[in-house]
């Protein structure tokens, strides 16, 4: 099968790319990449005005499979990261049961495979039952596929345990994707604890919970040599310490989501939308605004969405009963175009180091590029597109986004995985 891509804007800059092309693809791999190509193909498009970039990844994405499915399943899952652009995820463990076992590390790439949407990479559990107290079968994972380890859902509390999962996760060259929770101090905290949680009149959930977390992570990775990746931070000081951690040479990673950039504790009006309830909850517009410049200056290593569906009846619950997390996996590059690339906060080249280089380099998988031998795992979007993003517009199951009705200028419109077209013009190839 050959597919050849015309009149495409390319950028990458891993080869440093950015032109006008045509593109190749042929039995799963880019053949050429050329100003112009004269070539027989069984599948010609053009794609003039379109912009083409090496395959999203979202390394924090929970497909709620296995005992979950009624929120989400890998097949809808793995749908609607398609449908936001994505060609590769990283899922969670924490499903029921925990992914803290080879064999259920091979039923999540089973039902990966067999859905045939997207790349599906594993993250194992690094404690049995994310209960902190004994370690998973790290090796085991490892042997059959795990990229990555974590608890995420839970912080683990216990400094000595953390010590051994790193000690463990250095000898299989795997990050550790760290969920910094103190819940000593965060307790049944709901939203940001300041000025918002005192007129919602909701218990607090103070940034330090967080910080405090990632302080002695830190430390413990400096002890270790292992590769410690914070996940979803929130505030300003987190980030000082991760950048200050960087600057000393520890192998420290961070991530940010679109709703912890774009979002603050202040869109929590009386209504008590649950949608914005989120762990760990959306902070003050300066850490906003600090995350961001931390996008900018290169601390932030990538964005991801921490996707996180739930059903209609259990967001509809009063806010302190309703479970935290929102979907994202299908508004982020809307999001990220509209509120950093188009205002000239970023560029297109940091936009991919951000959500197609760093995270791949992240869980070590293979690289894509642009270029003759690469995987014809590509994300074409059109810049120009303007949509809202409506509850009816998802193929997730789950309709609990914080985005709902918000208006972004481009949209992820064509995807090919391993050079299969799995979206085309804004439709998912069935």
Not at 114 to 119: G, L, T
Not at 192 to 214: C, K, Q, Y
Request: with cysteine.
């Amino acid at each position: 099968m050959k597919t050849l891509l015309k009149n495409v804007r390319a950028i990458d800059p891993q080869v440093g790319l950015d032109g006008i092309v045509d593109i190749l693809i042929e039995d799963g791999a880019i053949t050429q990449v050329a100003p112009s190509i004269d070539a027989t193909a069984d599948e010609v498009r053009d794609l003039t005005g379109k912009v083409v970039i090496p395959g999203l990844v979202d390394i924090h994405v929970h497909l709620r499979e296995p005992g979950f499915e009624y929120k989400e399943d890998v097949a809808s899952g793995t749908r609607a990261a398609v449908h936001g652009g994505f060609t590769d995820i990283c899922c969670m463990a924490n499903t029921k049961p925990v992914v803290d076992t080879a064999a259920l590390v091979e039923f999540v790439k089973d039902r990966a495979a067999a859905a045939d949407n997207c790349h599906v990479h594993v993250a194992g559990a690094c404690t049995q039952g994310l209960a902190g107290e004994t370690l998973a079968e790290m090796g085991d994972m490892d042997a059959h596929g795990a990229v990555a380890f974590t608890d995420d859902g839970r912080g683990i509390q216990d400094a000595g345990m953390m010590r051994r999962v790193m000690d463990y996760a250095v000898q299989f060259g795997h990050p550790i994707m760290d969920h910094c929770q103190d819940e000593s101090l965060v307790d049944a905290g709901q939203v940001n604890e300041g000025v918002v949680s005192t007129r919602l009149g909701m218990l607090g959930w103070p940034a330090a919970g967080e910080e405090l977390h990632i302080c002695r992570d830190i430390e413990l990775a400096r002890l270790t040599g292992a590769h410690l990746h914070i996940q979803h931070l929130t505030s300003a000081h987190g980030l000082d310490m991760v950048r200050a951690a960087k600057a000393d040479g520890s192998t420290v990673t961070c991530e940010v989501t679109p709703h912890h950039l774009f979002l603050t504790e202040d869109a929590i009006g009386d209504e008590y939308n649950t949608y914005l309830k989120v762990n760990p909850p959306l902070r003050t517009a300066e850490d906003a605004q600090a995350l961001i410049a931390g996008v900018v200056d290169g601390t932030v290593d990538c964005i991801v969405t921490d996707h996180a569906p739930h059903a209609d009846y259990e967001k509809a619950r009063e806010f302190e009963l309703a479970p935290f997390g929102m979907t994202g996996i299908e508004t982020s590059l809307g999001a990220v175009l509209t509120n950093l690339v188009r205002p000239g906060v970023i560029s297109y080249e940091r936009m991919v180091e951000l959500m197609a280089v760093n995270p791949r380099k992240i869980i070590g998988i293979a690289p894509v590029s642009i270029e003759a031998g690469s995987a014809a795992d590509l994300t074409v979007f059109d810049p120009e597109l303007s949509w809202t993003v409506t509850e009816e517009g998802f193929e997730s199951k789950a309709k609990n986004c914080g985005f709902v009705g918000a208006e972004f200028t481009g949209r992820a419109t064509d995807v090919y995985v391993g050079g299969v077209a799995k979206m085309l013009n804004g439709e998912l190839v069935k």
